[in-house]
């Protein structure tokens, strides 16, 4: 590990806590005909249980990409991943898919929600894949609905809601197989700065109340200081990590 390592930082919730997240010496390379593009280079990288994180960095520094073989969307050439203590290259890909239907959630930039589909059957939609009740399925989604403040839109298609309304869909999406681990890539990214602000709020409380950690991908730095700490990459590298202080968030 690097002076730079999350070892290095003053940081309260590393000193009480156990990694959910271990990266070492991680490379990927993407191959386009003759041509290698190496998009990360080496990757160090912690996370503690309860963390909520920022990645940030300008375009093509890599952050997408260490965020998909973090979570096992996507396949490291080389280094050592674990979640949880469990070294994804020693699960098969049908081990890591199921593994991230248990334990994890997913909130993208622009909704991936299906259109003729209410909020309600697309967040219970993921459960009832993995073989949950249809009863249980539509309970859990709810549920999960009310958390972020949306029950009231619950029956509403995604045409019929705000873009606010359609990234809290998505939240209540991710939180609904009760994950411990959420990855986000530009949350907030397809949002005014009003609204960014209240999905913060948002992923703030799940983080401060349910000790959910969250481990995001952003270009936005007031987003970045309402994490607890931000990690900066550039050319496939970790560049620097800081921790942001209670006052800046």
Not at 84 to 90: K, N, P, Y
Not at 108 to 132: I, R, T
Request: hydrophobic residues 40%; aromatic residues 4%; negative net charge.
């Amino acid at each position: 590990m690097s002076s730079n390592s999350p070892q290095a930082i003053d940081n309260p919730v590393s000193l009480n806590n156990e990694l959910i997240v271990e990266a070492l010496g991680v490379h990927k390379v993407y191959h386009t005909g003759q041509v290698s593009v190496p998009a990360l280079r080496g990757v160090d990288l912690s996370v503690w249980r309860g963390e909520m994180v920022a990645i940030m960095g300008p375009s093509g520094s890599g952050k997408t990409t260490l965020l998909n073989c973090l979570s096992g969307l996507d396949t490291a050439d080389q280094g050592h991943i674990a979640i949880e203590g469990v070294s994804l290259s020693e699960m098969t890909d049908q081990e890591r898919t199921a593994y991230r239907a248990r334990r994890m959630g997913f909130i993208f930039q622009f909704y991936n929600l299906l259109p003729v589909l209410s909020a309600v059957e697309n967040v219970e939609l993921p459960l009832l894949v993995s073989g949950v009740r249809p009863g249980e399925a539509r309970k859990q989604a709810l549920e999960s609905l009310a958390v972020v403040g949306l029950a009231p839109r619950a029956h509403h298609r995604p045409a019929e809601l705000s873009g606010g309304e359609r990234q809290r869909t998505t939240i209540a999406r991710a939180l609904v197989n009760r994950p411990v681990l959420v990855w986000a890539d530009e949350p907030t990214g397809d949002l005014d700065s009003e609204t960014a602000n209240e999905i913060m709020d948002v992923l703030l409380n799940l983080n401060r109340e349910q000790r959910l950690t969250f481990i995001l991908v952003t270009h936005d730095q007031a987003v970045g200081d309402r994490c607890q700490r931000i990690v900066r990459m550039r050319d496939g590298l970790v560049e620097s990590e800081q921790p942001v202080t209670v006052q800046e968030r």
